[in-house]
């Protein structure tokens, strides 16, 4: 990643916290599993003082929620002085290849927000049946949108969405 591309997803994410925005925010990263951690971790507090509601869409890697919760907790541990985690609140939906969560940051012991984290069991490309040797830009965009009109996204994302 070029010096130019840092921070790209923290200053969009930042930009969000605008008290008139006017729709549901749901972030889905593109710039690969560390890069969307590493923004997570150092986002976090952002998250938490927001007056916006957010959801994120990630790919588990076959790890599932437990993996993706360890890992940013571990890019997390020590950025802080005051101790911040995220944990699994609850469980709102699983249907196959796609789950989601409500999901809480704790910081000092106090859960200070809530956000909803929809994830893709092993990850969107091979969801959606995208092949990045076939699938040009245009095929990979029509299989996402096709996908979208996937009636267990929808419900995935309906259920944590506040």
Known sequence: MSENERGVESNK?????????????LVKSENGRSFFKDTYA???TTFAESSF????LCDFDYKGVDGWVEDVNEKVAGRYTTPVNTSINDQRYSSGPISSYVMDIIIGGQVRK??????????MEEVVGIDKGIHDS????????????????????SRVMF
């Open 42 to 44: 150092s986002s976090i």
């Open 53 to 56: 509601d957010l959801s994120l």
């Open 138 to 157: 245009d095929d990979r965009k029509t299989l996402i949108d096709e996908f979208a009109e996937n009636r267990h996204l929808d419900r995935a994302i």
């Open 114 to 123: 809530k956000f909803g984290l929809v994830g893709f069991e092993s990850n």
């Open 13 to 25: 994410i930042r930009s969000l916290q605008n008290d008139h925005y006017p729709t549901d925010t």
